[in-house]
Each structure stands twice: as structure tokens, then as C-alpha cells.
């Protein structure tokens, strides 16, 4: 996916109203315009942690791959790129302070970091091509027990399209480096996805996503 620069987007307080300005002037009714979008929001990120840029690239990434293998049908493989790439855009709204925190966060730092599926939500609010999308902004972290946040929505009350955003975030964010700590092993990783398979995650979605994962992304020899 290329991203380049085609638009300059303020900095500091301002960013965030430059961005929804921008993309709300925009009509996605061709492929042209929808990668126009993705270089805004791309670039809004990365001037607000080049960290949150990546992992949205790679969660697309993952997350199409799943929805190859689950069999989705075109419109719905299109509403997965989209909600892919915007599901972190909510973190445009999260103090420096917190996003880039070097270490971990504490218990009242979380909950502020928790509200980005909300304000993600808010941002696409009234910008009507992007209304579609904020269902599965706001879902991608419920849980499949229902545990998750901000609803506490449960298994098949989730939209599927933000189940396989929260496998595909989950395993980019372990297997990811950060200041804190070393990102973990693609096996490792797996094994953890399965432990939480039908407590956290949709069982159905993490078997697909390990076929992803092997075909993909290990040595085969190695499996």
C-alpha cells in the first residue's frame, strides 16, 4: 500500500479537526478516492506516534488475509480495509503523555487509553461515507465472553468484521517491539491466541488466522 504525502496536516492541538475536515470533503466513491483517505489518516497518524501508523498498516494486512480465508464477499472485504485502517483513529485523541508512554501504563492511564474506540467512533460521526464504519471502530475491542470494552457486547452481537480486527491488532501489538519490552516470538504468539480462543477472541476467527500465520508468515519446515 503506497503512502505517499499528498497532503499537509497541521500539528499539535490542531491535527485531529484538520483531519476529520479533510476526510469529511471527501466522497468514497472510487478506489482513487478511498487510498486518498488512507494517506490522510496514515499520515495524521504517524505525526501523532509512527508506532500507531505501522501497526494499523500491518492489522490491515493481517486482517484481510483473514477475511480472504473466511471467504467474505467483496463489499464486505472493502468495509474490512476501511474499518481496518481507522480502528486506531480514536488514538488521535489520546494525550501524548499516555500514547507515547515508555512504560507501561498505570490503572488510570489505561482507562483514559481504553476511551479510543469511542473516540474513534466520534470522529467518523456525521461524516457520511465513514458512518458505515464507526460500529466496528467502537466494537474492536469487545470480547467474545463479553468481557470487553466500551459494551461489554458478546460473541456473534460482535460484527465480524471487528473480531478479526481485534485477533489481527492482538497479534500485532505481542509480536511487536516496544520500549518497554521485547515483542514475542510468532510461536509464542499463537499459543496465546488459542489459550484465549472463545474467552477473548471468536474461536472461529483465530483457527482461520493460525492457517494465515503458517502459510504466510512461518517456515514451513519448521510447522
Known sequence: ???????KLKKGKDLVTNLIDIIAKLTLKNYEQFNDMVKIVMK???EK???TQGHSIRVTEYALKIGEELGLDKESMKELELASVLHDIGKL???????KKPGRLTKEEFAVMRQHSEKGEQMLAGIT???????????????YDGFGYPDGLKAENIPLISRIIF??????AMTSD????KGLSIEVTIDELLKCSGTQFDPM????FIRVIKENYLDQEAI
Open 1 to 7: 500500500m503506497e503512502l505517499k504525502q499528498t497532503k
Open 44 to 46: 495524521a497518524l504517524n
Open 49 to 51: 506516534d509512527p508506532y
Open 93 to 99: 485523541g489520546i494525550p501524548d503523555k499516555i500514547l
Open 129 to 143: 461515507d465513514l458512518e458505515p464504519y464507526k460500529k466496528y471502530v467502537r466494537a474492536h475491542h469487545e470480547r
Open 167 to 172: 485477533v489481527a491488532d492482538t497479534f500485532d
Open 178 to 181: 516496544r520500549p518497554y519490552r
Open 205 to 208: 476467527v483465530v483457527e482461520t
